[in-house]
């Protein structure tokens, strides 16, 4: 069964920086593109970045200079450094990932970590 679980989330003060982790783990033979989405409370998730296997990374306009994706593909992992973090970055961040088992690939995602930012 493959998982994906998130680390790294919790309580920072405006203006600070915090790294989030994801790990797949599980039996697959391929991890396709990597994502990071946010959930604000009442909205639907919003993608905050995604990093291919190959190639460089993508962000939306908005997210742009402030946050930064990078995988480790021999570790399975995604991580995404936060910096200048502001209290409307207060929200629940989820690890997106299209893997393939077998021989379809699908999204899986990650349980989700609180980031709150907040002085």
């Known amino acids: 069964q493959v998982q994906l679980v998130e680390s790294g989330g919790g309580l920072v003060q405006p203006g600070g920086s915090l790294k989030l982790s994801c790990a797949a783990s599980?039996?697959?033979?391929?991890?396709?593109?990597m994502r990071w989405y946010r959930q604000f409370p009442g909205r639907q998730r919003e993608l905050v970045a995604s990093?291919?296997?190959?190639?460089?990374?993508y962000y939306p306009d908005s997210m742009k200079g402030r946050v930064i994706i990078s995988r480790d593909n021999d570790k399975n992992t995604v991580s995404l450094q936060m910096n200048d973090l502001k209290p409307e970055d207060t929200a629940v961040y989820y690890c997106?990932?299209?893997?393939?088992?077998?021989?379809?690939?699908?999204?899986?995602w990650g349980q989700g970590t609180q980031v709150t930012v907040s002085s």
């Open positions: 997106n990932a299209d893997i393939k088992v077998s021989e379809n690939a699908r999204g899986y």
């Open positions: 599980g039996s697959f033979s391929s991890i396709y593109t």
């Open positions: 990093h291919g296997y190959v190639g460089p990374p």
